[in-house]
């Protein structure tokens, strides 16, 4: 009977701590709380956990795309991003957006997506295919790069967390002889979406498609997300699709402000 109040004594200290699973799940947490990628530090602060066994657990998430790097920060992984689903993310938005989308094509004749953002990268999570498609990258995957789309340069406009975080990564990659691998390049080019409200991509992405995107906010004047007209670069009236995209944009911006 001593030997076994003893072993009970020592076994029960090592019950009250947490196990490698449930420090996991603390640091998925925490990453899915964030607006943005937060640092080591931030996440061994929310956590309460020592660096070295949250950079540990960070290893094995990243392995097994449940986070991800971004720069020096984290971020939710792509493989979490996709459970998540990223469409339900405000009640009612398909309903309120699929309307539009699909007056875009009715008067474009081109595809028209619907984007939003999954870590560094746009997500497409609803497109109407145009007959006249020109391929791109895109295809297949549903996701594409911020610096080179037109719906990627919207989502990273209106974020200067993001904007810093997608900096650290050092220069974008270029694509296409078209692509912008500068960073003030990028600041510029940003700036001219924030003014004008629209983003423009002429065969930054792929050559021969062009696309032209507006930011979609939510009730609390954030951008939720990002519509787009993509077609042939030849034959896209870019500057005239633009007062239509926007004007789309802005009719959802209302209609989910109506819904929050």
Known sequence: MPGKSIVQHRR?????????????????????????????????????????TAHRILAVLCSRSLAKRAGTDYLVGDLLARLGDARGRIPGTRRAVLPYLLYLYETTRQTVNLAVLSGLEA????????????????????????????????????????????????SPPRLTRRTITSLTGLDRELARVRHYGVAYAQEEFADGVACVAAPVFDAAGKVAMSISVAGPAVALPLARLGISVRGAAQAISAALARLG
Request: glycine content about 8%.
């Open 123 to 170: 997500e497409y999570v609803e497109r109407v295919y145009g007959h006249n498609r020109v391929a791109s990258p895109s295809d297949g995957v549903d996701r594409a790069p911020l610096h080179c789309t037109a719906i990627g340069k919207t989502l990273l406009a209106y974020d200067s967390g993001l904007r810093q975080s997608f900096a650290d990564q050092g």
């Open 12 to 52: 029960a200290p090592e019950a009250a701590q947490p196990g490698s699973l449930e420090k996991g799940i603390d640091i998925l947490f925490s990453l899915s709380a964030a607006a943005q990628p937060i640092s080591l530090s931030q996440l061994c602060r929310n956590t309460g956990l020592p660096k070295s």
